[in-house]
T-cell receptor
Framework: ETGVTQTPRHLVMGMTNKKSLKCEQH?????MYWYKQSAKKPLELMFV???????ENNSVPSRFSPECPNSSHLFLHLHTLQPEDSALYLC???????????FGPGTRLTVT | EDQVTQSPEALRLQEGESSSLNCSYT??????LFWYRQDPGKGPEFLFT???AGEEKEKERLKATLTKKESFLHITAPKPEDSATYLC???????????FGAGTTVTVRA
């Protein structure tokens, strides 16, 4: 595997389900990100981790819970989602605060 | 709050018809301006970093320029494979966060 990988690529879940998104980076970077991309809207930064510690708080509902067990893996735990949470969720990594970020292919999430 | 506005929202070009995309920004303490390309069903792919007004970067048919208020992405003699959504983003201060624009979707017809 190379670059940034994400699983699953597609996910359909009900509002009462609990699911997790997984991201893995093979670039040796020390920072990882979760973004939300909705149609016709700019990418929204959700969470940033640097050296497995969460940095830069952003206003994200508590139904989204991130986890970063090591510098190569990042998870996004989902529970009690709303239909408006349907979007493409992108993971990215970078070396330190570099604006050159490397993105995974995303998970297309549909909440029914 | 950093803000990025891209125009036009969509651009349809004939193969070989050169054009420019605009990215206007307001930021306190620009650390860098970034251009990304995103193909359907894929994550954004990094293209360029610009750090200061007057700077230019080139890659194949793409050329990015920067002023104190905006950046342009010039596409010279585009080919159908240049069809994509082009995203502009800024980074300010000592932050990790990139603030993105909504993008310009470019379609190049053969």
């Amino acid at each position: 595997e190379t670059g940034v990988t994400q699983t699953p690529r597609h996910l359909v879940m009900g509002m009462t389900n609990k699911k997790s998104l997984k991201c893995e980076q093979h670039l040796g970077h020390n920072a990882m990100y979760w973004y939300k991309q909705s149609a016709k809207k700019p990418l929204e930064l959700m969470f940033v981790y640097s050296l497995e510690e969460r940095v830069e708080n952003n206003s994200v509902p508590s139904r989204f819970s991130p986890e970063c067990p090591n510098s190569s893996h990042l998870f996004l735990h989902l529970h009690t989602l709303q239909p408006e949470d349907s979007a493409l969720y992108l993971c990215a990594s970078s070396q330190d605060r570099a604006g050159e970020q490397y993105f995974g292919p995303g998970t297309r999430l549909t909440v029914t | 709050e950093d803000q990025v506005t891209q125009s036009p929202e969509a651009l349809r070009l004939q193969e070989g018809e050169s054009s420019s995309l605009n990215c206007s920004y307001t930021v306190s303490g620009l650390r860098g301006l970034f251009w990304y390309r995103q193909d359907p069903g894929k994550g954004p792919e990094f293209l360029f970093t610009l750090y200061s007004a007057g700077e230019e970067k080139e890659k194949e048919r793409l050329k990015a320029t920067l002023t104190k208020k905006e950046s342009f992405l010039h596409i010279t003699a585009p080919k159908p494979e240049d069809s994509a959504t082009y995203l502009c983003a800024v980074q300010s201060g000592f932050r990790y966060k990139l603030s993105f624009g909504a993008g310009t979707t470019v379609t190049v017809r053969a």
